[in-house]
């Protein structure tokens, strides 16, 4: 069992969204110099909010991989200018790792086998843990993650970036039975994802009944639909492989784990369906990127603390 408690002293967020949303996703040239420039005031808004010196410090935490290749360096590099001026070791945290970990920040105790279902802009996984640290990829996406369906099916229907917040939203109260969607390989045989046929799909029915668009009620309607797409498709893969791998905890993490008709879906067909099977969600703050599930998941790798020579950023690194 794993039950940490642990104090978030200062979780500073500087958020991108509102630069990048005319562009319609995110842009690396701007994301990379926008980290430039607000990480030092970020590093030190978490010192001043935590009411503590780099003195205290016990070691740095980052993120090494996967992603932006531009993005990472900037936060490796600055992490690697503190480790060298203060003397203090990093720990190298892989970003799924990371969103698993934020589960693990509300102090719940947590049963092994675990199966983590990470649901993100760049990922959709089913990552099985037999005991802490250990990691068992059993599927992910093919293509498109969910998230990515989410942003290209708001783009389609002309509301915006990013997707997630906005659809869900206009989802509320809507019909999620009106439109037919697709639910992407559920007889697939495997544990994997792909997003891109639904997506496909929502464009052939935008094509075809344009005026969904226009009609607030047909919109809410489309976005329930289309949320209910996706919730099914991760349910139903989720709940087939804790019962193949009987696992006893199953945890929801990622920035679309904050969508509130797949928590909502999950909660009622694992408790009816995997009745002894405990489910477990972090707080919605803590859904999307942040640097307390990366504090964490540093937390349960100390082993993995290093010099901060050699450290280098990787776009595809597997988590293991």
């Excluded at 794993?2 to 967020?13: C, H």
């Excluded at 110099?33 to 935590?50: G, M, Q, S, W, Y």
């Excluded at 993100?120 to 990829?137: A, D, F, N, P, R």
């Excluded at 087939?240 to 797949?262: C, E, F, M, P």
């Amino acid at each position: 069992r794993t039950k940490p408690k642990f104090d978030i002293l200062s979780n500073v967020v500087s958020s991108q969204i509102k630069l990048h949303a005319p562009y319609g996703g995110v842009v690396p040239t701007l994301a990379s110099r926008e980290h430039t420039k607000n990480i030092p005031r970020v590093f030190k808004k978490a010192l001043r909010d935590a009411h503590t010196t780099m003195d205290e410090i016990d070691a740095i935490a980052v993120t090494y991989a996967p992603g932006l290749v531009i993005a990472l360096l900037i936060g490796i590099n600055f992490a690697k200018g503190l480790a060298y001026a203060f003397n203090k070791p990093i720990i190298p945290v892989h970003h799924i790792a990371a969103h698993i970990a934020s589960n693990w920040i509300a102090g719940e105790p947590v049963a092994f086998p675990l199966l983590n279902v990470v649901v993100s802009g760049g990922h959709t996984e089913l990552v099985l843990m037999k005991k802490q640290g250990s990691y068992i990829i059993l599927g992910s996406t093919r293509d498109d993650a969910a998230g990515e369906a989410f942003d290209k099916t708001a783009k389609l229907l002309g509301l915006g970036y990013p997707g997630g917040p906005v659809i869900s939203k206009l989802a509320r109260g809507g019909d999620a039975n009106r439109y037919a969607l697709p639910r992407p390989m559920l007889s697939s045989g495997d544990y994997d994802f792909s997003f891109s046929g639904l997506k496909t799909a929502v464009l052939y029915l935008v094509q075809k009944h344009p005026g969904i668009k226009k009609n607030k009620t047909a919109l809410r309607d489309f976005c329930a639909s289309f949320e209910q797409a996706v919730a099914d498709t991760i349910t139903e893969k989720t709940i087939r492989a804790a019962k193949q791998y009987n696992v006893r905890t199953i945890a929801l993490s990622g920035g679309v784990s904050a969508n509130a008709r797949l928590r909502e879906h999950m909660t009622t067909n694992i408790s009816t369906r995997l009745s002894k099977t405990k489910f477990i969600v972090p707080y919605s703050y803590l859904s999307t990127d942040n640097a307390a599930m990366v504090g964490a998941a540093a937390f349960f790798n100390k082993k993995a603390a290093r010099s901060w020579k050699g450290l280098d950023a990787s776009a595809h690194a597997p988590l293991k």
